[in-house]
């Protein structure tokens, strides 16, 4: 063994013309990985703040409340209020004058089946922004 090679040092291997090639070291390589991974964990959010709060009532309480309630109907071809068409900006201005006549006014949002959830969030906030607190979604039978 030459005296030149340390026992702790590891043998580099020879390429074709003799000479040494210098070995690549991973670990630099994974302490950034390691650091991007902390820096993402920290700088992320977790917290789901555009979550909706559905609480579901019992269906004997419910039966009873219905009465006075407005009826949304949520359907491929548009909105409708208890029964009549009508557009997204109009049906938040209808509700918002009902709402200054009856504070605690209930409105029931009943969607079709084949309307998106996305279009179902997007009646749900816009009604929420108008101050209306009393919502209820409901569906159809099971057929």
């Not at 920290?42 to 703040?49: E, H, N």
């Not at 009532?57 to 548009?78: K, N, Q, Y």
């Not at 079709?112 to 039978?141: C, F, H, K, P, Y």
């Given at each position: 063994?030459?005296?030149?090679?340390?026992?702790?040092?590891?043998?580099?291997?020879?390429?074709?013309?003799?000479?040494?090639?210098?070995?690549?070291?991973?670990?630099?390589?994974?302490?950034?990985?390691?650091?991007?991974?902390?820096?993402?964990?920290?700088?992320?959010?977790?917290?789901?703040?555009?979550?909706?709060?559905?609480?579901?009532?019992?269906?004997?309480?419910?039966?009873?409340?219905?009465?006075?309630?407005?009826?949304?109907?949520?359907?491929?071809?548009?909105?409708?209020l208890s029964g009549k068409k009508i557009?997204?900006?109009?049906?938040?201005?209808?509700?918002?004058?009902?709402?200054?006549?009856?504070?605690?006014?209930?409105?029931?949002?009943?969607?079709?089946d084949r309307v998106s959830l996305q279009?179902?969030?997007?009646?749900?906030?816009?009604?929420?922004?108008?101050?209306?607190?009393?919502?209820?979604?409901?569906?159809?039978t099971i057929r």
């Amino acid at each position: 063994m030459n005296s030149h090679v340390s026992a702790l040092q590891p043998l580099r291997p020879v390429n074709r013309s003799g000479r040494r090639r210098a070995l690549i070291s991973l670990t630099p390589l994974i302490d950034v990985v390691f650091i991007l991974l902390v820096f993402f964990m920290l700088a992320s959010s977790f917290l789901d703040w555009r979550s909706i709060q559905l609480s579901a009532p019992a269906t004997a309480a419910m039966d009873s409340t219905l009465d006075g309630a407005l009826l949304v109907e949520i359907r491929r071809g548009g909105l409708r209020l208890s029964g009549k068409k009508i557009s997204l900006h109009g049906l938040v201005k209808r509700l918002s004058e009902r709402l200054a006549q009856k504070p605690h006014q209930r409105v029931i949002i009943k969607p079709d089946d084949r309307v998106s959830l996305q279009d179902v969030v997007s009646v749900l906030d816009r009604l929420a922004e108008a101050g209306i607190n009393d919502m209820s979604l409901i569906r159809d039978t099971i057929r």
